[in-house]
């Protein structure tokens, strides 16, 4: 029902329903004027009764019945039934109208009582009981039925009138309600409908005061903002107004009370109780009184928010049309049905190269290319006939004849009657795809010569195998022609043995799992040979992205695995012997490690190797010399073991041998005494024989070994423990060794910071001219006092002084300290014959490049004559390096800093090389000097050594003496020095010191 009909029918409904309020009001007004009449008639008739209360008697009953009949004639012209009875509830009077609804004349109802006329006297006589009790009048309805049969709605009302005489009578004035309640059931019922129909009415309907409080609503109004009926009438309607139409909403209502306008109607936000916003469509008007005064509002209101969304998200739809129109990269214009332009967008014109003024009518259509003006209007006559979208290529001529391809899609609009009202055409600038096409054509001529003269392999796989095309760079290398290869695929060149890895590659490429693949793989030749090649393979796609063929890419690369297979094998292999090296060889006892762990029964054993004196024969002979020695000594460790050992070189003169599955300990103490065996036999090298030995250090493999390392570790200490016990022999590594190793390491941290601390301190020992017994000078020896250990023995310190470098700190510290206390010596006593202090310098001294500056500056700073120092070097000394090492020496000599020979005789040193050195003094080692009496031998060797010295002017220093003979002895060979407990063990400073004070002499010179 629409919202017009809806208020046409409460209208009527209204109407009815005041008209029926009116005949109501009539009747009512009606009766009250009867009971006046009646009841001043009473009061009339009353009065007179009490004015003639003295009168006598029957003067008093002639004038009531006079007044009796005076009222029966006054009651018979009022319309509505009266009645008296008395307290006998007998009649005493009815009027007319009163008999014609019972349906009795007057004569049967006077003196009757209600039970011999009416059934329903039970009714009537309660209430007249009620009213003679209480003395004041009732008003009842009841249902009466007359004598004919007819049944009425009967209004009654009954008063208690007293008489002077305190008699009292019931009068009753009734009416016939039936018209009267039919037309209130009517009016209920139209009242009950009204309400039913503004309630499910689909709008909201709603009663509001002049200040707009809510009277009344029905729930269609609440369900629109959200709120009940009771909550609604505790509001007004400016509570649920938007607040920017608040002001507009009372101006409005303001106007219809001010009579400006009958009603209003707008479209206006509420506010729902959510807090979201309604719009609504209100219609609202004044109810008015009878005087034309303002009573209320009406108010018809319409939900309206999904047209309002939909309002907006037109216009929304719209503006985004347009947008886009305008910024659409598409060139876009409208045709009416006659083909003239009525819109272009700012592309299309760009694209037209005209304006939009000069786009519209049929400007567009002057622009297009000459030759291209006849396909466009067949495209429009086509879109005519087939009613279809129709695409299609042509060119528009723009200024300067410049011109531009576009893509053309027209589609036809047609009406409700399918008639077409217009076309949109659509135009894209295919400059660039022109472009584009003429560079791939020329694309794919250069692809074309790309794949046929690539220089690596190319070939293009169909999806189920066989090849389609492949180049020159394939069919070389496999050894086949274009067409031969054309039958077959990559899996069937690939060597059998890796086929099923490169299928499974190709499924997953096919599969869409990977992108490519690329793999290496040994492909067999035509002839039969192995070609190794790296294929990459890719899956190639058309446009839409569906798989249309295998591209691979074959690189042969039998060269580079060539060389990567001589790498690998210089990468384990040494350069010079061709051994396996130390990574290969730490591989293999790896896996010795891994299986001993699995069967502890196995055995295996490491033996490490160290050439014994090698640096003297390298520096000696030379570095060929010496490679060609490692090569000997490898090629004679080979002759040694078996096939399944393995011999390698460390680096250097190191060689380390790995022995497996032996039965114990002796089998490789068999190897190790057999190679010392080989390698003592002279090696002939470049017509010179060279004799050499080999410290050997074994350790056997075991489960509680880790790493390789530790093994090899193990190996290396044994083989220290051999050289340091004589050299040309082996060790076995036990725990004990380990000890010592981490002993020797702890004491090189302890030496370190021994030297930073400075916890050594220098003894003096004697040198004593055997000649004149005085003293001629001090041999100065390190002592190390450890705060922990005490005093450490020089034969602990000194080896791993030399080896971690450390000598060389050390060194120069004695050399300061000792000529410093000699300076002061020579201060103290200058009455004393000069004296020279002998200080130690090592190998490792010697190779500094400093060394030369470094003596020079200490001698400067003691200011020490360089006449009083005598440096000492071993025998082993001279024959690294001679060259270098006699420049060096004779740099000192310049200097007039003496040079003496240490421990002579126990070296290897050649003598022809003696007399090209710039030596002072020789030295005899104690271990000549402290034989001297066991045998005839050893006392010719010290008199050879001695008539040596002299031989090349040097003079000699014995070490070592201890008793009296040893001194007669070496007096007799002529022997110019010598020192040893003797004369005096090493002193401190202090206690050389006082041995200076006392001036001694150590024997009477002619003492034997």
């Known amino acids: 029902m629409s919202e017009r009909q809806l208020a046409m029918q409460i209208e009527d409904l209204s109407r009815q329903i005041a008209e029926l309020q009116t005949t109501l009001q009539a009747e009512i007004k009606a009766r009250q004027q009867v009971e006046s009449l009646f009841w001043e008639q009473q009061i009339s008739q009353n009065t007179g009764d009490l004015a003639n209360s003295s009168t006598e008697e029957p003067l008093r009953e002639n004038r009531r019945k006079c007044s009796l009949q005076w009222i029966n004639h006054i009651l018979n012209t009022i319309a509505d039934p009266i009645f008296v009875k008395n307290e006998g509830h007998r009649y005493l009077v009815v009027n007319d109208a009163f008999c014609q609804l019972v349906g009795y004349p007057r004569e049967q ?10 059934p329903e006297v039970d009714m009537f006589r309660e209430q007249e009981k009620r009213v003679l009790a209480l003395g004041s009048p009732v008003e009842y309805e009841a249902n009466f039925t007359n004598a004919v049969g007819n049944t009425y709605v009967i209004s009654t009302k009954i008063y208690c009138v007293e008489d002077v005489g305190a008699e009292k009578f019931l009068v009753g004035i009734g009416r016939e309600i039936s018209q009267q309640k039919e037309m209130e059931l009517t009016m209920l019922e139209c009242q009950e409908r009204f309400l039913d129909i503004m309630d499910q009415a689909a709008v909201g309907i709603a009663q509001l005061s002049l200040d707009g409080q809510f009277l009344w609503t029905n729930s269609g109004f609440g369900k629109i903002v959200g709120y009940s009926e009771s909550e609604l009438l505790e509001m007004k309607f400016q509570d649920l107004t938007h607040s920017a139409d608040l002001d507009s909403s009372l101006e409005l209502c303001q106007a219809l009370i001010n009579d400006l306008i009958p009603k209003f109607s707008r479209e206006k936000r509420y506010i729902h109780k959510n807090g979201a916003v309604v719009w609504g469509n209100v219609t609202v008007s004044l109810a008015r009184n009878h005087e034309g005064k303002p009573k209320y509002f009406v108010a018809f209101l319409t939900d309206i928010s999904d047209r309002k969304r939909t309002e907006q998200a037109l216009q929304d739809s719209e503006h985004r049309y347009y947008s886009l129109m305008q ?180 499924q997953h490429l096919l599969a869409d799992e ?79 490690l891994k299986r001993i762990k699995r069967y502890p029964h196995q055995l295996f054993a490491v033996l490490f190797l160290d050439v014994d004196r090698f640096k003297i024969v390298n520096d000696s002979m030379g570095p060929v010399m010496g490679d060609r020695l490692l090569i000997a000594i490898a090629d004679k460790l080979n002759q040694c073991l078996r096939s399944t050992d393995m011999v390698a070189r460390l680096g250097g003169d190191e060689f380390s041998i790995l022995l497996e599955d032996i039965k114990d300990i002796k089998d490789a103490t068999k190897v190790a005494d057999r190679i010392l065996e080989l390698l003592g036999s002279p090696f002939t090298l470049n017509g010179y024989e060279v004799v050499t030995t080999a410290s050997i250090g074994i350790a056997m493999l075991s489960p509680t070994y880790e790493q390789p390392e530790q093994v090899l570790r193990d190996a290396d200490i044994a083989m220290y423990r051999a050289k340091r016990a004589g050299k040309a022999r082996y060790e076995i590594f036990d725990k004990v060794m380990y000890s010592y190793a981490l002993g020797l390491l702890q004491l090189e941290n302890d030496l370190r910071r021994a030297i930073e601390k400075r916890e050594f301190k220098l003894h003096y020992q004697p040198i004593t001219s055997l000649v004149s017994a005085s003293l001629t000078g001090f041999e100065a020896l390190v002592r190390w006092h450890h705060p922990e250990k005490g005093m450490v023995s020089p034969v602990e310190f ?82 690294e390096n001679t060259e270098v090492v006699a420049k060096i020496l004779w740099q000192l000599r310049s200097r007039n800093i003496e040079l003496s020979l240490d421990d002579f005789g126990t070296g290897y ?43 090349l002017g040097m003079d000699a220093v014995a070490e070592g003496i201890e008793t009296s003979e040893q001194l007669a002895q070496l007096k007799s060979l ?15 400073s202090q206690a050389a010191t006082e041995l200076l004070a006392n001036a001694p002499t150590w024997f009477n010179h002619g003492e034997a």
């Open 109 to 118: 109802l006077i003196g009757q009582s209600d039970e011999q006329i009416f």
């Open 327 to 506: 910024v659409s990269p598409v060139g876009i214009f409208h045709l009416d049905a006659s083909g003239e332009c009525v819109y272009a967008n700012p592309h299309a014109c760009e694209i037209a190269g005209l304006g939009l003024v000069d786009m519209l009518g049929e400007g567009w259509i002057q622009n297009v290319h000459p030759e291209d003006r006849l396909a466009v209007f067949e495209q429009l006559q086509q879109i005519h006939s087939d009613r279809q979208k129709v695409t299609g290529k042509y060119r528009f001529l723009r200024a300067n004849n410049q011109v531009t391809w576009v893509l053309s899609e027209a589609i036809a609009q047609f009406d409700q009657d399918t008639k077409i009202t217009g076309y949109v055409w659509t135009v894209t600038n295919i400059n660039e795809l022109k472009v584009t096409e003429e560079a791939l054509r020329q694309s794919e001529e250069q692809f074309r010569h790309t794949f046929e003269y690539a220089p690596i392999g190319m070939a293009i796989q169909s999806l189920n195998g066989p090849f389609q095309r492949v180049n020159q760079g394939l069919c070389e290398p496999l050894g086949y022609t274009a067409e031969e290869l054309l039958g077959k695929s990559f899996a069937d060149l690939i060597h059998p043995e890796e086929v099923m890895a490169f299928l499974e590659q190709q």
């Open 514 to 592: 990977i992108a490519s693949f690329q793999m290496e793989n040994r492909y067999l030749a035509k002839d039969g040979h192995v070609v190794h090649a790296l294929l990459k393979m890719v899956l190639v796609r058309d446009f839409r992205g569906e798989p249309l063929h295998l591209l691979g890419q074959f690189v042969d690369i039998s060269d580079r695995k060539q060389v990567e297979q001589q790498l690998v094998h210089d990468a384990f292999h040494d350069a010079l012997t061709g051994l396996p090296n130390r990574a290969m060889f730490l591989e293999r006892v790896s896996t010795a």
């Open 798 to 879: 000194i080896p791993i002084a030399e080896e971690t470098g450390l000598i060389v700190p050390l060194g120069e510290w004695v050399l300061r300290e000792a000529c410093q206390q000699m300076k002061q010596w020579q201060d103290q006593f200058s009455w004393v014959a000069p004296l020279k202090m002998s200080v130690n310098l090592s190998a490792k001294q010697l190779r500094e490049k400093q060394l030369i500056q470094k003596i020079d500056d200490i001698l400067l700073e003691t200011n020490l004559n360089p006449n009083c120092l005598k440096l000492e070097i071993t025998e082993s000394v001279l024959m």
């Open 909 to 951: 040193s050649s003598l022809s090389y003696l007399h090209s050195f710039p030596v002072n003094t020789v030295k005899i080692d104690r271990s000549f000097v402290s034989r001297m009496n066991d045998n005839e031998e050893n006392s010719e060797i010290v008199k050879a050594i001695v008539t040596l010295a002299h031989t």
């Open 974 to 988: 002529a022997c110019e020095q010598g020192q040893g407990y003797f004369f005096s063990k090493p002193l401190d």
